[in-house]
């Protein structure tokens, strides 16, 4: 399972879940109040956000799934994690909130020095269509919870949840990220029992979104590590 990071949708991801389905069964919803996945209410906490999506998770009969989780999608997964870790069978966070570590002022500009940065990379079609059209009408149509989750990420410290994740994790970040800094992934690190990092020298909070085929490699790379463990585990049980 896929959740996308804040104020967009799972639309400007399309390559990098195209390319994961060859090899698995994909699901990324929209998060609940985001693009096409309506909610009537303003969403306040991450422990909401996971408690939706254990329901999504139900109403599929998914009993236990890999959780993706970029940016904001970072933090509802290790909520979700620490929530229900028997649902879970292995944790890939990317560039993920969870432990603030860049005041609002300062993200302003940290975030216009990555944008801009981004405006020079290829890929014309996702930074002049796909991701403008769905931070656009999220900010027109879903203004509260755009609003609300931007907070929730810049200011929501959940590291006391890490601990509590007992999947095997791996936290996956840019060296050159100013929106999530990459000391807040050796904390996350640190505190998450059976966990490694592994970081690219790719610059930009939104790095697997540019470079879809080496973040899907690295991703696949470790799910395919965690699935022949276990099917060794099987056998010798």
Known sequence: ????????????????????????PVFAPDLPGFARSSHPKLIRDYDSYAKILLSFLDTLNLQKVHLVGHSLGGGIAITLSAQAPERVKSLILVDSTGIPSV???????????????????????????DIPQAFAHNLL????????????????????????????????????DLTTPLTAAQEMTAKISN?????????????????????????????????????IATDHS
């Open 195 to 231: 966990s490694k990092l592994v970081t690219v020298e790719e610059g930009c909070h939104e790095w697997g979104l540019w470079y879809p085929e080496k973040f899907t490699s690295i991703l696949l790379d470790f799910i395919h590590q965690i699935e022949r463990t276990d099917a």
């Open 103 to 129: 005041s609002i002022p300062e993200a302003i500009p940290r975030r216009a020095v990555e944008m801009t940065t981004q405006f020079f990379l290829p890929k014309l079609k996702l930074k002049l269509i």
């Open 141 to 176: 149509f879903n203004t509260g919870n755009v609003i609300q989750a931007l907070l929730l990420s810049l200011q929501v410290d959940i590291k006391h949840l890490l601990p509590k994740i007992e999947a095997p994790c791996l936290l996956l970040w840019s060296k050159e």
């Open 1 to 24: 399972m896929f959740l996308h990071g804040w104020g967009i949708s799972t639309e400007p991801y399309y390559e990098t879940l195209k390319l994961l389905a060859q090899q698995h």
